[in-house]
């Protein structure tokens, strides 16, 4: 073995705590960029192999009824590859607890030998030609806890129709099981999707010879002019009432999914970053402070013939073993993390065959990535191996010419401070980049701490919003179909009510310009007390008689301002479109909807006295009273909502517990090397104050005010820091379903300025043996010598 390879091996020893905890940022640094990206790539491939495997429609259409031939026409379009109708609907399924609301929907199948939206068939059998018979949507089996054989019982049109379940399957268009676009977390208990004959659907569902859903392939080769095909699309079906009009990116299930393939992209660029680049800084402080530390052996080695190159490859191999073992070991934890990362994601979404691949470019990238942040810290760290010579080498280092610091001319200030003050006020001073790098350091460990924090309480938040100030009413009844006002008096009548509203939710489509979005719009009475509508500034608005209100969402979208003025187009056939003035953009975190009064609803189509269903605030049973309403086809109530919540937040508690680990490694790291950088410079100053009579406590204690004023300053850095992480976040996640607030609670602050004092503590602690272990007397004989 070369002699210096012996001596690094001896330097590696002896600075163990530091090489160690630099080496463990870079094993996370890889874990986390080896394993996410290889979980978003498997993903994200899976997804697709997935929609090819099971022909995933490129267009879906909603229709009021539609025959056969109108469909098969649709292929005459040029692009339109294939056109399969079915019957869609949504009802309440009768169990066990009549106080339990569950919904399915209940979706045909075609006979076609060549399906689109194909079923993946994962236990059982297919669906065969019996007529009382169904397969299940896996999510909903599994949350069900149901078996093959057992007998379902969905109540459609005020009758039940006992149905066996006979198979398990698996499909493209429910990856992400939501119900629409207002639930935001999936349910799987509380709603499912059953597949029947299609004669059995036309039959129970009213659609006897006729469909009301259209899914349609396109061409690949036409793929980029899909809007052009789906305007002519609409103008052949505008005589069968187009409800709505939704391409696959737009797709509920899709959109979800691959809004997750991104955010598992974004955050393994960016954490493995942040981690890479407080590595190569510490390295670049470290390999600063050993270069100075071997001043004299390193005048020794150039008088006996080492090259500057010689001597500079012996200190970036440090940094560079510290990369090797680090990317060695970080590759390793990424396998069986991935393979854990897919088992979760396979509990939550259902892709049959997704599975792990191992990506070995993610290891050679992993390796280089790590090798080049290494290699570069490490020369720019043993710069200063340049600037020694032999001769000068073998006297002792001049030391630093003192002054004063600024402080001490204000003399009214500098009298009151304490001796022990004095002394660590002037060395933070002495030391500026490397104070300013651990202030640095510990802002960016309370702002990666924030942001979990933030995270973990923000959902709770936006359903208080969103169910607690914005919408106040307790249950939301859903009618199956559009029906007279005076169906509101018939429900009024069955149960006992504090408040009740009619409500109008029409599909219309909204455009300025080119930008046009297919959308709920909610029209309700104008003295609303059942919505408390704010504008972006807070203040309370009430619906006009004239004009539309738009969410923040669906006001991006469009590119509308108010006072702007968009079209309606009213998916009734034979309707006029009408222009309509944007009177208020409003707070609504949930969903992406446009908001106006009733009456003003009814100009917009033509139609008058319709409502689609009502809203309650009551404390009677009203599920209980309710469920054998046949016109009835689905009642939420806020409390169902909270549950959803509850059963999600398990699984956001443990990716924000994952967070608040790779904060604290952070923050351990930095300060627990910069804390024995500053103990080994300062070892000469410490013996001298031993002499002087202070104890090895009072010397510790030196060391944790530095500390503990630092981490002040870092954590007031981190707070703007942490704000700026937490609105980046809010603006990366937010979709076009749901927008994250970035309202961070006094107590969101305090919680993670709790943590981080608490990650520094145990770095501060773990270097109390370093002052214990100084040999005081061996440095002031060095010096002397």
């Known amino acids: 073995m070369k002699k210096l390879d012996t001596k690094l091996i001896r330097s590696v020893k002896s600075s163990k705590g530091q090489f160690i905890s630099i080496t463990i940022m870079i094993i996370l640094a890889l874990t986390i960029y080896v394993t996410l990206g290889m979980v978003g790539d498997n993903l994200y491939s899976s997804i697709f192999d997935y929609y090819e495997i099971t022909n995933f429609g490129d267009v879906f259409v909603e229709v009021s009824r539609i025959p056969k031939a109108a469909i098969d026409k649709l292929t005459s379009i040029e692009g339109v590859d294939m056109a399969q109708g079915r019957i869609s609907g949504d009802v309440p399924l009768r169990v066990e607890d009549v106080s339990e609301k569950v919904n399915v929907r209940v979706v045909s199948l075609s006979d076609e030998e060549s399906r689109i939206n194909n079923l993946f068939t994962l236990d059982g059998e297919e669906l065969g030609e019996r007529e009382r018979t169904t397969v299940v949507l896996q999510q909903f089996f599994d949350g069900r806890d149901m078996q093959l054989g057992e007998i379902l019982t969905p109540y459609i049109g005020g009758k039940e129709y006992p149905i066996e379940v006979v198979g398990v399957v698996a499909s493209p268009e429910y990856i992400y099981l939501m119900e629409n676009e207002q639930t935001l977390l999936p349910a799987p208990d509380k709603f499912g999707v059953i597949y029947v004959s299609e004669e059995f659907a036309q039959m129970a569902l009213g659609y006897q010879g006729s469909y009301n859903e259209i899914m349609i392939k396109i061409d690949d080769e036409h793929l980029n002019r899909i809007d052009s095909i789906i305007d002519e699309i609409e103008d052949e079906l505008d005589r069968y009432g187009v409800r709505r009009i939704t391409k696959r990116e737009d797709q509920l299930s899709h959109s979800m999914m691959m809004q997750e393939v991104e955010s598992l992209e974004a955050m393994s660029g960016a954490v493995t970053f942040i981690f890479l680049m407080v590595a190569a800084v510490i390295i670049n402080i470290m390999l600063s402070r050993m270069v100075k530390k071997d001043r004299t052996s390193i005048g020794v080695m150039k008088a006996i013939g080492y090259t500057n190159m010689d001597i500079i490859m012996h200190y970036a191999k440090y940094s560079i073993s510290m990369g090797l073992i680090g990317s060695l070991i970080g590759i390793l934890l990424s396998i069986p993390l991935s393979k854990a990362y897919v088992e979760l994601f396979i509990l939550y979404m259902n892709v049959p065959m997704f599975g792990m691949k191992i990506y070995y470019a993610y290891f050679a990238y992993g390796i280089l990535l790590t090798s080049v942040f290494c290699i570069i810290s490490g020369f720019i760290g043993a710069r200063n191996v340049l600037k020694i010579t032999p001769a000068e080498s073998m006297r002792p280092e001049a030391p630093k010419s003192g002054k004063r610091i600024w402080l001490e001319k204000v003399k009214s200030i500098w009298k009151r401070i304490s001796f022990s003050w004095k002394m660590v006020i002037r060395n933070i001073f002495?030391?500026?980049?490397?104070?300013?790098?651990?202030?640095?350091?510990?802002?960016?460990?309370?702002?990666?701490?924030?942001?979990?924090?933030?995270?973990?309480?923000?959902?709770?938040?936006?359903?208080?919003?969103?169910?607690?100030?914005?919408?106040?009413?307790?249950?939301?009844?859903?009618?199956?179909?559009?029906?007279?006002?005076?169906?509101?008096?018939?429900?009024?009548?069955?149960?006992?009510?504090?408040?009740?509203?009619?409500?109008?939710?029409?599909?219309?489509?909204?455009?300025?310009?080119?930008?046009?979005?297919?959308?709920?719009?909610?029209?309700?009475?104008g003295n609303t007390k059942l919505y408390n509508f704010k504008d972006q500034s807070g203040m309370g608005i009430q619906l006009s008689k004239d004009g539309i209100f738009l969410s923040q969402i669906l006001a991006n979208s469009l590119d509308v301002q108010v006072g702007d003025e968009i079209i309606i187009k009213s998916y009734f056939s034979d309707k006029d479109d009408k222009t309509i003035k944007v009177k208020g953009i409003i707070e609504q975190y949930l969903g992406s909807n446009a908001y106006m009064d009733i009456d003003q609803m009814y100009d917009v189509i033509d139609e008058r006295d319709l409502v689609t269903g009502v809203l309650i605030n009551s404390e009677d049973e009203v599920v209980?009273?309710?469920?054998?309403?046949?016109?009835?086809?689905?009642?939420?109530?806020?409390?169902?909502?909270?549950?959803?919540?509850?059963?999600?937040?398990?699984?956001?508690?443990?990716?924000?517990?994952?967070?608040?680990?790779?904060?604290?490694?952070?923050?351990?790291?930095?300060?627990?090397?910069?804390?024995?950088?500053?103990?080994?410079?300062?070892?000469?100053?410490?013996?001298?104050?031993r002499v002087l009579g202070f104890d090895k406590n009072q010397i510790y204690r030196l060391v944790t005010r530095e500390n503990g004023l630092m981490t002040i300053f870092g954590i007031l850095l981190g707070i703007p820091l942490g704000y700026g992480m937490c609105v980046g976040l809010s603006s990366a996640v937010s979709t076009e379903i749901y927008s994250i607030p970035t309202m961070i609670s006094p107590g969101t602050y305090i919680i993670s300025a709790i943590a981080t004092i608490v990650f520094v503590t145990v770095a501060q602690l773990a270097t109390i043996r370093k002052i214990h272990n100084i040999n005081f007397m061996e440095a002031l004989k060095n010096r002397v010598s």
Do not use: C
């Open 430 to 525: 002495r030391t500026k980049r490397r104070a300013a790098f651990l202030v640095i350091g510990i802002a960016l460990t309370y702002a990666i701490t924030i942001v979990p924090v933030y995270m973990s309480s923000i959902f709770n938040l936006m359903f208080d919003l969103q169910y607690g100030q914005f919408q106040t009413m307790d249950y939301n009844i859903d009618f199956a179909s559009p029906m007279n006002k005076n169906a509101i008096l018939e429900v009024s009548q069955l149960i006992d009510f504090e408040h009740i509203e009619p409500k109008a939710e029409i599909p219309l489509e909204l455009s300025r310009g080119w930008r046009k979005e297919t959308t709920s719009v909610i029209a309700l009475a």
């Open 624 to 689: 209980t009273k309710l469920k054998d309403v046949k016109n009835i086809r689905q009642i939420q109530s806020l409390q169902d909502m909270k549950n959803s919540l509850l059963e999600f937040m398990d699984m956001i508690i443990a990716s924000m517990s994952v967070m608040m680990l790779f904060g604290g490694v952070l923050g351990f790291a930095i300060v627990y090397n910069i804390t024995t950088v500053s103990i080994n410079e300062r070892i000469m100053e410490f013996s001298s104050l």
